[in-house]
């Protein structure tokens, strides 16, 4: 179990003596002058009420400890950084070698979402790059519109498909960083690029010309196996696979982590191979997000427990009012009990 007061704790320790001190001066005194709750005027009488009273005080600063167990899936929220993810969709990206028959782009949302629901409070842009690279969302803090535009990428369709660069989104993340930078000076910026390697362009990839310095931490997390794998051609109406033109085969995508690990060199941030066997924690580990600042929000991972305390406090809290009810009642048929005849 774990504490998170929502007050200091000198504070906390001063409500609890303050408690204790005052239900002892409460029973001490004895009954109260004037009393018409019929069984109040005894020592038992005044011990009751008060005990009562100390009672429902004490569980409401029990209460203000925030007491709960802390969960499995606890979730950081982080303030103030700006997460960058470029993703490849290009044909390739329809290669179903992610942990066993999965299509990388699927693998590639799923890290996406994971690493959103982790970082939490964060701002969040989304850019892709085949062909060309475009912005599919700017900057902001609606992780639901970043689930929804995942969910919607699609690999490239080959007929469109005349060779993409893994570093064609390089300009275009420039850009949104150096915009990033006016709009917020010195807030951090974290890039998470997620391709297979594969370069289909006839040139040789450029060198991504983006500032080391504008990238705060991040990964580069790779898709795809040594074996490769083979891609559904989206205009088969039976789900074909795509072939080779020259052997006439089906066509088989393969990683190039080589090109994958010069990409992480460029940014200065790590290289993970993905491969849906490893926990979130594992890639964000690696991620070197020294930018976050942790706060004490546990998110919906943790299972809170200071409303059951706060209940109980305000079920004792109700005695006080119902035993003035009570004796309001017995005062009010005393009259008419005055007035009814000897029998």
Do not use: C
Not at 75 to 89: E, H, I, N, P, Y
Not at 305 to 328: K, M, S, T
């Amino acid at each position: 179990m774990t504490l998170l007061p929502i007050v200091p704790w000198a504070l906390l320790a001063a409500m609890g003596v303050a408690v204790v001190a005052l239900t002892l001066w409460a029973i001490i005194r004895g009954p109260g002058r004037g009393s018409t709750v019929r069984g109040s005027t005894g020592p038992k009488g005044s011990v009751r009420p008060a005990a009562v009273r100390g009672a429902a005080v004490a569980l409401l600063v029990l209460a203000a400890l925030r007491p709960g167990w802390p969960g499995t899936e606890a979730r950081t929220a982080v303030a103030d950084v700006d997460v960058f993810f470029v993703v490849d969709t290009s044909t390739s990206m329809a290669a179903e070698d992610y942990n066993g028959a999965g299509t990388r782009l699927s693998g590639a949302t799923g890290d996406v979402m994971a690493i959103a629901r982790e970082l939490a409070g964060a701002r969040f842009s989304l850019i892709t790059f085949d062909n060309k690279a475009t912005v599919r969302m700017p900057l902001s803090q609606d992780a639901t519109a970043l689930q929804t535009a995942m969910t919607i990428l699609q690999p490239q369709n080959p007929r469109y498909a005349n060779g993409s660069s893994i570093t064609g989104a390089g300009a275009l993340l420039k850009e949104r960083l150096a915009a990033a930078r006016e709009q917020h000076p010195g807030r951090p910026a974290l890039v998470f690029y997620a391709g297979d390697g594969e370069n289909t362009a006839a040139e040789a990839p450029v060198t991504l010309p983006v500032d080391e310095s504008s990238v705060s931490g991040g990964a580069v997390l790779g898709y795809g196996t040594g074996q490769g794998g083979r891609m559904k051609d989206p205009s088969d109406t039976e789900a074909g696979y795509l072939q080779d033109k020259g052997s006439g085969q089906d066509a088989v995508s393969r990683i190039d982590e080589g090109q994958l690990k010069n990409i992480a060199s460029q940014l200065n941030v790590p290289y993970v191979h993905r491969t849906g066997n490893q926990p979130t924690s594992d890639m964000l580990a690696k991620a070197q997000p020294g930018a976050l600042t942790p706060t004490n929000d546990d998110g919906p991972g943790r299972v809170e427990l200071y409303w059951l305390l706060a209940l109980a406090g305000f079920l004792l809290a109700l005695h006080e009012p119902v035993r003035h009810l009570i004796a309001l009642r017995e005062v009010r048929s005393l009259p008419s009990r005055a007035k009814e005849p000897l029998a």
